[in-house]
């Protein structure tokens, strides 16, 4: 399925983006049908209606810190489609969505291309954007040692301030278009963007 025709899709609707930081797990007590992008191996705990996978298979399987060779939940995702830039990525190619990347922190998503950082997270909140949502609620990106494969070290838990302006400038961005972006985690050290209860989301 071409990336562009899911310009749109979800026009009008709330979407969350979850991470795989343990503030996640809050997905699976979740009392309403949400249209959810996940990342990497949260189908561990949770299958979201999506999934983004930006790194090499390879990443998984060879204990990377933030992976511990979690590849089978990706394999075995429930996720309706997978969207990746990666085009030899080992996924079916019924689920495959390949997307192209827009340059660092572009969030001029409407050509199709999506800017990207060091953080998958960010790719799903623009695909979200891209697909219509109006209010998008981001979940399990906290940078603790607290993840749902267990307590480990985060890889950019060195660049918090960074990514924390990056998310900044990413919610402003999308505000500008009428989009609103919030974090749905109260442990989550993205403390640049809007706080609100998962509840009431």
């Known amino acids: 399925m071409d990336f562009k025709q899911f310009k749109d899709i979800h026009a009008g609707k709330k979407i969350i983006v979850s991470g795989c930081a343990s503030s996640a797990l809050a997905l699976k007590d979740l009392d309403k049908n949400y249209i959810t992008i996940g ?20 990443s998984f399987v060879n204990q990377k810190a933030c992976y511990q060779n979690t590849w089978q939940y990706v394999e075995s995702t429930l996720a309706l489609k997978i969207f990746t830039q990666l085009t030899d990525l080992e996924i079916p ?11 660092r922190e572009n969030t001029n998503f409407e050509s199709g291309k999506i800017g990207h950082t060091g953080n998958s997270p ?26 749902i494969s267990g307590k480990m070290l985060h890889d950019l838990r060195g660049q918090i301030p960074k990514i924390n302006e990056e998310y900044n400038k990413l919610g402003k961005a999308l505000k500008n278009k009428g ?23």
């Open 122 to 147: 960010y790719v799903a909140c623009l695909i979200a954007a891209y697909m219509g949502a109006t209010k998008i609620g981001l979940i399990g990106v906290d940078f603790t040692e607290d993840r």
């Open 39 to 58: 990342v990497n191996d949260l189908s561990m705990v949770f299958h979201p209606t999506y999934l983004v996978i930006l790194d090499e298979k390879n």
């Open 179 to 201: 989009i609103e972006l919030v974090n749905l985690s109260t442990v989550s050290k993205i403390t640049s963007l809007p706080l609100q209860n998962i509840n009431d989301f």
């Open 93 to 103: 190619e019924a689920k495959k969505v390949l997307f192209e990347f827009a340059e």
